[in-house]
T-cell receptor, first 115, second 109 residues
Framework: EPEVTQTPSHQVTQMGQEVILRCVPI?????FYWYRQILGQKVEFLVS????????KSEIFDDQFSVERPDGSNFTLKIRSTKLEDSAMYFC?????????????FGPGTRLTVL | RKEVEQDPGPFNVPEGATVAFNCTYS??????FFWYRQDCRKEPKLLMS???SGNEDGRFTAQLNRASQYISLLIRDSKLSDSATYLC??????????FGQGTRLTINP
């Protein structure tokens, strides 16, 4: 069964450093998303991406964040200058369509620890 | 007010029991609703969509009451493998999913 994959599974970085989290969505999917989950808290939407541009973003997704689809398979989330409060699990998701009940498939996540 | 609100639990029930979770949502414009399951430190996985007419999938039954902005999930004949956190989710804007905090369920042998 096709699945979303994410690398690395765990990233440790120093405050102020840049990190790039990588995702490979399901191959025929057209819509891509990033969510994050701070430990013990709910899953929060960050951004959605379609046709090589951001289609929706949350208040969390400020200028420190950017997304890119550099080739036909990868989808990346960059955090320019990490803060302690960026420590969280980051989930990538993808979906085939945009209709009401279309499922978003989640990757296994990257655990980001900012020291 | 939280967009999607759930009782965080934890719920501890014996194997074979029936357990019900409830959830309320504040955005009356939300179009679609889902129950996801999340195991410890894993990704959310879709359990079932929630349709206006109510729907059933094996031991799981979901109901939606748009007038009361209320969603429920019923699990019958619970199994040890049902132990997880159950996430109530609405589709907010065109694409984003809005998650509740989750209800933690432990099934005891």
């Amino acid at each position: 069964e096709p699945e979303v994959t994410q690398t690395p599974s765990h990233q440790v970085t120093q405050m102020g450093q840049e990190v790039i989290l990588r995702c490979v969505p399901i191959s025929n999917h057209l819509y891509f998303y990033w969510y994050r989950q701070i430990l013990g808290q709910k899953v929060e939407f960050l951004v959605s991406f379609y046709n090589n541009e951001i289609s929706e973003k949350s208040e969390i997704f400020d200028d420190q964040f950017s997304v890119e689809r550099p080739d036909g398979s990868n989808f990346t989330l960059k955090i320019r200058s990490t803060k302690l409060e960026d420590s969280a699990m980051y989930f990538c998701a993808s979906s085939l369509r945009l209709d009401t009940y279309n499922e978003q498939f989640f990757g296994p996540g990257t655990r980001l620890t900012v020291l | 007010r939280k967009e999607v609100e759930q009782d965080p639990g934890p719920f501890n029930v014996p194997e074979g029991a029936t357990v019900a979770f409830n959830c309320t949502y504040s955005n009356s414009a939300s179009q679609s609703f889902f129950w996801y399951r999340q195991d410890c430190r894993k990704e959310p996985k879709l359990l079932m969509s929630v349709y206006s007419s109510g729907n059933e999938d094996g031991r799981f039954t979901a109901q939606l009451n748009r007038a009361s902005q209320y969603i429920s999930l019923l699990i019958r004949d619970s199994k040890l493998s049902d132990s997880a956190t159950y996430l109530c989710v609405s589709r907010g804007g065109a694409q984003k999913l809005v998650f509740g905090q989750g209800t933690r369920l432990t099934i005891n042998p």
